[in-house]
């Protein structure tokens, strides 16, 4: 066996693991008995000590310096397999066990705080998570900039001085969008009523069918938070309802299904090898954002949408028109989750700016819930009013993930610019989406991108499907004319 | 830490990584996409490569040789960790492999040549298992008897010729309660109709909770095959519905519940521990047979029954006497999993005797069909009419189950035991049962067996809960009282 077949398999048998690992998570969320979380945690402890082990296995060193590529593919796979165990290997045994012990009391202490609206019980393990993270962030880095060693680990290749320049020229113009929408004579009305859950999850069926779903390969369940789980063969997604608003469930089930089919499309080639996952969280969102804004949101697809519900609920007491609307109505709110399409950056950029001063050690801990309320009524023209609305709404830096916010918009920008190749590309996919099919669209996200898993680094994937480097004129341009049209603009 | 500290340690994640393991057969028995098969393939032989490293880490041995155990349960703790080390170190990795490869083989065509009733398709393959179980057992006999090595693996301490003696006594004490009960003038109906299956399942959840099942720590879902997995605090079962056989969903449920309670109620001091679990498959099959049999098919209980299917499903066309007869009545058969309390044991002494016909080698595969059916004419007094009839019934041999089939019987045997000392010992359970609540007997097989998990060697165990030891003697004399009033004989 050469270096490379033994590397390759090593890394198979880690991939067989890692989907383990992540169905173990799927249960805890879905199916798993109250009773059994404090045995769970020790079996999840457990995989991750086996993960570990194989990932910081020395032998893989060996392997790289041996391996010899026999074509492209094997040398992105190489390169990929040293980009990983090159992070794990920076950072100290210790250190890293250490984070998974901190963040893991951090996350009930967060939820705790944030239930009881009580920040102060929070920012102590936040301050040592952070300062967990700071210090692998200088492992990591190796001399560079600690937060783009962080980002590094969700988004390959990007910088934060690249995203600050792209996101600087995103936030005036959102801003200005959003206050000629709010402002405006023309508001679209809002859906009233309540929809039985079992229809809703009914029609939830029909939309992952319209969106290409293979559920031959996975299956939808019930969450408290919409999520997707697996890779390959074996792709699970989940989903919410809210009686009186439907298309929480709806759009939760798009996203989650743009996630879902990324993976489920992968080239069945590059099944379970390290090549075998969507490249990065950017393109991750990108391609759950397309299919649940620019095609789900889309005319075309909620005047398809309207019958369907109509058909299931009655009169709605509003027409197709009036349903787009009501689908993309911009209204004020706290939570980022909640957000519109225009709004929903602001929230982003907003924690984007903050967490690289927490990085970078300009703004401590302690003045965090300042900094963020002063923003906010900055960006927003209104002030946080709990904090659970405001600095404690997400998990996200209580388990660590500094880094990780910026890949939501930088997802949205690159569905802007493969929303308009796919338009140039396949002209009539509205003439589908409006008979409650989305296949052609996204067959074409399928061939152009998906199959290509981690073949490709992330911007030079998204030149590849679009024919040019990604910028945020194509998702501005878009939300301008989409929003112009709806509010009379 | 102190070498025994140490091995715990080591022990317990290896639990932990066993419960994740089961968790993934059971969720491929319940939840997994078809289309997943193959890659979930990959995902169980990489969790066994995990597992297997773990047995076999050769500091076992180190820590083993310097623990002082420092009171009676901790004796048993290096008791019971020393014997499945031992066992695992004297079989060749290599063995161990193939026989992992060839079973998952020899699954495969066993259910094909079932269902094509082509038993010549599957006799080369079970050849290669049977040899290669046979050289496992040379290996694990270490000079003694081969066959008592392989169901020491089942049953520690049980030999062929112990359980020969006492199976010997039952068999003509069966056949001829079986062919009076057939032969009497007095027959019972059977139940006519079709059962909802919706109904059916919450009838059975009212069967569970009425045997102690702790829906908190555990779930019931559906599954072509009843099966009860995982132990402390995640222990879930399934079981089926057919629609015209309603007494198939009840009573599998209630036998799961038996092997899921047992689990579910070992000390929690021992969760995780290497006693904490079920001590032995016999004991195991004492706990679900009791629960199933002598309680759940005693006219007590199905006195409560009668009414509870009278309340889901209208007048069932007999009263509670006639449907007591109903729940027992011995019918002809030719499979062992279909069969009645009476003839069942019937099934399990012919298996026994043939396996060791084979693993002592005065029995070869090709002429083993033959040697059924003629053992079935014998015993059953009619002849086997299909291979899936006969000797294709069960999987057990194709994945290499040899020395397993006699831990039935030997279950029936402790039942019997068990339900003597428990009715001297709580006298009033009839009256509970009849009220549709059996936690009265299930407390007391939870204080006097369940808790203690592995800690006492399973005869140890019925003759520490049951003050004698163990002999077919009550289960004989059971089965006699009770079908002897059923039949008027």
Chains 1, 2 share one sequence.
Not at 22 to 39: I, S
Not at 316 to 335: C, E, H, S, T, W
Not at 413 to 428: D, E, I, K, M, N
Request: proline content about 5%; glycine content about 10%; aromatic content about 10%.
């Amino acid at each position: 066996m050469t270096a490379y077949d033994a590397l390759m398999a090593h890394q198979r048998e880690l991939a067989a693991l890692e989907q383990v690992s992540g169905r173990l998570g799927w249960d805890q969320e879905t199916m798993m008995p109250r009773g059994a979380a404090e045995q769970r945690g020790e079996e999840m402890a457990a995989m991750s000590g086996v993960l570990h082990a194989r990932r910081t296995d020395p032998r893989i060193g060996d392997w790289l310096d041996a391996a010899e590529p026999a074509d492209e593919v094997a040398r992105a796979q190489l390169r990929e397999v040293r980009r990983a165990f090159e992070r794990t290997c920076r950072v100290p045994a210790g250190l890293a066990a250490e984070i998974a012990r901190v963040t893991s009391i951090a996350q009930g202490q967060w939820a705790e705080a944030r239930a009881n609206e009580a920040p102060a019980d929070f920012l102590p393990v936040l301050d040592r998570v952070l300062a967990l993270r700071r210090e692998e962030a200088q492992c990591l880095a190796d001399g560079g900039d600690p937060y783009d060693a962080l980002l590094d680990a969700y988004e390959p290749g990007a910088t934060a001085a690249t995203l600050d320049q792209m996101f600087g020229a995103l936030r005036p113009r959102l801003v200005a969008l959003r206050d000629r929408a709010l402002g405006a004579a023309r508001q679209p009305a809002t859906l009233q009523g309540t929809f039985d859950p079992a229809d809703q999850l009914e029609i939830s069926r029909d939309l992952a069918a319209a969106f290409g779903y293979d559920f031959r390969r996975g299956r939808i369940d019930r969450a408290v938070h919409p999520f997707s789980s697996g890779s390959g063969d074996d792709v699970r997604i989940t989903t919410r309802t809210v009686a009186h608003d439907p298309f929480n469930c709806f759009y939760s089930t798009i996203h989650e299904v743009g996630h879902a089919t990324y993976e489920q499309n992968v080239d069945p080639a590059l099944a379970l090898s390290p090549l075998g996952r969507g490249v990065s969280m950017g393109v991750h969102e990108s391609q759950s954002r397309i299919y649940e804004n620019q095609l789900g949101r889309g005319a075309a697809f909620t005047g398809w949408l309207h019958g369907r519900m109509e058909g299931a609920f009655g009169d709605l007491g509003m027409d197709a028109d009036g349903f787009y609307g009501a689908v993309n109505r911009l209204q004020k709110g706290y939570i980022r989750t909640e957000a519109d399409e225009v709004q929903y950056n602001l929230h982003v950029l907003l924690r984007f700016d903050l967490e690289r001063a927490l990085i970078g050690g300009t703004l401590a801990v302690a003045d965090m819930e300042e900094a963020w309320n002063a923003r906010f009524l900055r960006d927003f023209g209104y002030a946080v009013d709990t904090p659970s609305n405001g600095f404690l709404q997400d998990v996200h830096w209580a388990v660590g993930l500094f880094g990780y916010f910026p890949t939501y918009t930088l997802g949205n920008v690159y569905a802007g610019c493969l929303y308009r190749a796919l338009t140039a590309a396949v002209p009539q996919i509205d003439r589908s989406l409006a008979s409650g099919d989305a296949t052609p669209a996204t067959d074409w996200l399928r061939d152009s991108l998906q199959r290509f898993g981690g073949q490709f680094p992330p911007r030079e994937l998204i030149e590849r499907a679009t024919g040019q480097a990604p910028t945020e004129a194509p998702l501005l341009d878009y939300l301008d004319a989409k929003f112009a049209e709806i509010y009379g603009l």
